[in-house]
Every structure is written in structure tokens, then in C-alpha cells.
């Protein structure tokens, strides 16, 4: 999940962590690291691999606005659409242009090049 560096610092804040403990950078955007075994975000406090695992997550009340937004995330054509990586994506209404305007304008703020 990409993450603003305001974010980042403000979970570094609440959590304890250097940065580099929870995150990584790719093509100059901190993206949020996952957990090895689990494969899942560092902050999803689970104990298993599977996708219908169930966890929480330790950082729900400042999560990053990707996190509060998804499975909502930009086709190539930045248009809304669902993750087809969710497996709840059917729980989820479809999404419409205003999602696409928060997610490029969150996108904008992502770079720290």
C-alpha cells in the first residue's frame, strides 16, 4: 500500500517504529512493507498466509487514506474499480468518478522525488 511521507511520519509517531521498520520506497513512493510470514501489512495483526485469515488492524485509527479507501483503487485508464485481488470485492458497492478523483489526488501527494 503506497503511503504519504505525512503518514508515514504520523505511524512512525504512533507506533514507535523507525520508517524503515514498516516501510519501503519503490520509484521514490514509501509503499507500507508486509510481514514475512504472513505476507500480509506489517500492521494487520494476524497469525496466517490465507487470504480469508482473519486479523485487525493496529493502526484502523490512523491508517493511511489508500488503506480507508481500498478495494477501491485506478485501473490504467485511472478510472475507480474494485481490486480483483479482494476476495470481499463483492461486499462493496461499485465505485464512481468522485473515487477516482480522491485516488489521483492522493496519488499526487504520494511522490518524494
Known amino acids: 500500500m503506497p503511503i504519504t511521507e505525512a503518514e508515514a511520519k504520523r ?3 504512533r ?3 523507525t520508517l524503515e521498520a514498516f516501510t519501503w520506497e519503490n520509484n521514490g513512493v514509501l509503499t507500507l512493507l508486509n510481514d514475512e510470514k504472513t505476507r ?8 496466517s498466509a490465507d487470504v480469508h485469515a ?10 493511511p487514506e ?7 483503487v ?24 468522485s473515487d477516482a478523483i480522491e485516488l489521483l489526488n492522493l496519488e ?4 518524494r522525488i
Do not use: H, Q, W
Open 74 to 97: 485506478l485501473n490504467p485508464n485511472d478510472d475507480a474499480i474494485l481490486d480483483e485481488g479482494c476476495p470481499y470485492r463483492a461486499d462493496f458497492p461499485a465505485p464512481g468518478e
Open 108 to 111: 499526487e501527494r504520494l511522490l
Open 40 to 47: 500480509a501489512c506489517v500492521f494487520l495483526l494476524t497469525a
Open 11 to 13: 505511524l512512525s509517531r
Open 54 to 63: 482473519e486479523g485487525i488492524c493496529s493502526v484502523y485509527e490512523v491508517r
Open 15 to 17: 507506533t514507535g517504529m
Open 66 to 72: 489508500g488503506c480507508r479507501k481500498y478495494p477501491i
